[in-house]
């Protein structure tokens, strides 16, 4: 077992080293049909799994058919995973949407309508006691 400071050090070298395949390696078209990041990289204790998640922006159809790529090319990223990063062996790779943002953006937009509700039934009461 690796200690957690090794695991975190691996996951971050992952994580910046699938950053850049998705910019510049991975020739598959549907990886580019929408923006892609990578949002975290999740390495098990043994160093033998990785979970990368990412963040796609796009139409639904686009965020299926950049999975589909990703899932496709996870042979490439892992032999491109083995001969940048010096481990014994190479984590097996699998890609994982990560849809946080999406939903951190609908509870924003929830909670922005709910303060512009508050504030139009302030103004309303407050307009009642002046005709008053």
Do not use: C
């Amino acid at each position: 077992m690796a200690t957690n400071r090794r695991v975190s050090r691996v996951a971050e070298l992952i994580r910046r080293e699938v950053s850049q395949m998705l910019l510049n390696g991975i020739k598959d078209d549907r990886v580019g049909t929408g923006m892609v990041s990578v949002t975290d990289v999740d390495v098990s204790g043994d160093l033998q799994h990785a979970k990368i998640y990412v963040s796609i922006y796009g139409t639904d159809e686009a965020k299926e058919e950049t999975m589909a790529g990703l899932k496709s090319a996870t042979g490439f990223v892992r032999s491109e995973l083995g001969a940048r990063v010096r481990l014994r062996r190479t984590p097996e790779v699998m890609f994982i949407e990560d849809r946080s943002i999406e939903r951190g953006n609908k509870v924003l937009s929830l909670l922005n309508k709910l303060e512009y509700a508050r504030s139009q039934d302030t103004t309303d009461e407050s307009d009642e006691q002046l005709l008053e």
